[in-house]
């Protein structure tokens, strides 16, 4: 039965809508929001940007990388976008993708989503309802082990009224429920993926190949080297602005990376470190803009044995232990003497910018002195050469950092000097970033320096720190952190009626993860991001700032020799040739 319709957001006309878009253009100098006009303006050029890591995959339900998401969110479409305002609660702000317009039932435990019948696959078959339940079904089939399930866990199921109106139902009423719906999947082809075995998807050729609905369309990837997206021509909204897109990869070596942004051979340097910036200020070409973070860096304590992933960690899994190693890091010290003024200290699992963070939380102080007094007390006594041992263990553990990240392998040198300080005996283990990614997610590893891009929804947290995600093999709660306080406290969180009783939740989750100390939150870092003068680009979300590059463009008279190469010589995505390049 589909739901009652409670609110439906009213549809413009046409030309109403295509006015007010010219003139919010005009308002802000965001010159590509108007559909029409940017239907009828080709050859926006080329952009390159350049990065130290490959994707994972390139399969939405699957794909863990940054690298991974910032291409498969211009291939493929949520049924609405969360909008500047990055407003989770209820659903004003989002903006139509997949979806034209949705309805609520009279008890709000179902949303009818209406799609745009003129949405099309890449290979030109229709977007359909079925498409929608597929995805969400593939996404919380545990087989699948879709990093997103945990998000979903409140979305019952999915049916389907009529072709074009996919029906989701939750399992209560909330107030991210409308968030958690339209934005958490990007929807994908069952044509495409349903004939693969959910068991068999992760080591499918086919997810290397995505065919989407997006403004963009994929035309190759070729691992740890390149991968090229170009403007979908036929897209229902309108075509992305820029003609292609390509990420070049220097795999690992953040140094090549920069030079390659330096030297002109790419437009976009998404990760600027200080000693960069005064080359970049002085460059006639080149400009630095900073925007809103929802970015932090932690070092996660694996609680599983990576020797024997079936046990708790010998170290680890002691909260005291955690909550004293956590004490012997200067935070403030580490942050300025790597970033500068590039970074701040972190307050926890979330940064500043969220409104639904409490600056005030307690964190677990600097304290080296009580740190040792609590590893006393455990039994681990500094032996002749000042390294804690217990039993005939020393107190002794690894650090892994990727090595495409400096600004991490310094952190770890620092903090290596600072654990000695207390008798523990610190490794670091520099690896090539897709193996960083792997041994996490398979918990081979004692701890960990990771950085983390917050979604917009603080529920978002359950996806790295809660139970159901440390169940779930292959998921990004990488150190197997559980604790059914905290998730009760998450699930109240999000079944608040309002953002500030949200807060006032959240803060207490947040609290009860600090003290459990899974982990050492370290730094929020300042986005400052460089880019070549002449690339016009639209604002740069705190969530993503490759949310608005399909609006993105080289003007015609700033275009340079790369922007008019290749976009009509390679074979199309979906073509047979086009497959072996990767």
């Known amino acids: ?240 602005r820029l003609d292609r897109v390509i990420w070049t990869i220097a795999p690992g070596d953040f140094s090549a990376a920069s030079t390659r942004f330096l030297a002109g051979e790419a437009d976009f340097f998404p990760s600027v470190r200080p000693d960069m910036m005064a080359q970049i200020a002085k460059s006639p070409n080149l400009r630095l803009v900073e925007y809103p973070g929802f970015k932090f860096g932690y070092m996660v304590f694996n609680m599983r044995d990576p020797k024997n992933p079936k046990a708790p960690h010998p170290l680890f899994h002691d909260v005291a232990v955690r909550r004293a190693l956590t004490m012997a890091i200067d935070r403030a010290s580490l942050v300025r003497n790597v970033f500068d003024s590039l970074a701040i200290a972190s307050i926890g699992p979330t940064v500043r910018a969220m409104g639904t963070s409490d600056t005030t939380i307690a964190q677990i102080p600097y304290d080296p002195s009580g740190a040792m007094r609590i590893l006393d007390s455990l039994g681990w006594r500094a032996a002749r050469d000042g390294i804690r041992a217990r039993d005939g263990r020393q107190l002794a553990f690894t650090i892994m950092v990727p090595s495409s990240s400096k600004d991490r392998e310094r952190l770890a040198v620092l903090m290596q000097d600072q654990f000695k300080r207390v008798g523990v005996k610190v490794s670091i283990l520099s690896v090539e970033p897709n193996v960083f990614e792997q041994q996490q997610a398979t918990h081979a590893f004692d701890a960990a320096i990771e950085t983390w891009l917050a979604d917009p929804s603080p529920g978002g947290i359950r996806e790295s720190w809660g139970s159901e995600a440390a169940r779930t093999e292959g998921s990004k709660n990488y150190g197997d952190y559980a604790n059914s306080i905290f998730d009760t406290q998450v699930d109240s969180a999000l079944g608040a009626s309002s953002r500030p009783a949200a807060r006032v939740l959240f803060s207490r989750a947040f609290q009860t993860l600090i003290s459990d100390a899974p982990a050492i939150w370290l730094f929020e870092p300042r986005n400052v991001v460089g880019i070549q003068k002449r690339i016009h680009t639209a604002p740069l979300r705190a969530d993503a700032w490759w949310a608005h590059l399909a609006d993105w463009y080289v003007p015609a008279d700033e275009q340079i020799a790369r922007d008019h190469a290749g976009d009509d010589t390679a074979p199309r995505a979906d073509s047979p040739s086009s497959k072996g390049s990767s």
């Open 1 to 240: 039965m589909s739901p009652t319709p409670r609110t439906i957001p009213p549809r413009m006309p046409d030309g109403r809508r295509a006015a007010l878009c010219c003139a919010l253009a005009l308002t802000v100098g965001f010159i590509a929001g108007c559909s029409e006009k940017s239907r009828t303006e080709s050859g926006g050029g080329t952009l390159v940007v350049s990065t130290a890591s490959d994707a994972d995959n390139l399969f939405p339900p699957l794909v863990m990388s940054s690298q991974g998401r910032q291409v498969v969110e211009q291939i493929f479409e949520p049924l609405a976008d969360v909008g500047d305002s990055l407003n989770v609660f209820g659903d004003a702000g989002f903006i139509p993708r997949l979806a034209d317009s949705w309805s609520w039932s009279a008890d709000s435990l179902s949303i009818a989503f209406h799609l745009n019948p003129r949405a099309r696959w890449h290979d030109g078959k229709p977007v359909r309802a079925s498409d929608v339940r597929f995805t969400l079904s593939l996404a919380k089939n545990p087989v699948v082990a879709a990093p997103i399930a945990p998000l979903l866990s409140n979305v019952d199921s999915v049916s389907v009224t009529d072709s074009l109106t996919p029906v989701f139902w939750f399992k209560r009423r909330s107030a991210q429920q409308f968030y958690d719906a339209a934005t958490v999947a990007l929807i994908v082809p069952e044509h495409i993926y349903g004939g693969i075995a959910p068991a068999a998807l992760a080591s499918s050729d086919v997810l290397r190949h995505p065919v989407g609905s997006g403004r963009f369309k994929f035309r190759r990837w070729v691992p740890n080297a390149t991968i090229e997206i170009v403007s979908n021509r036929d897209h229902y909204r309108a075509p992305a």
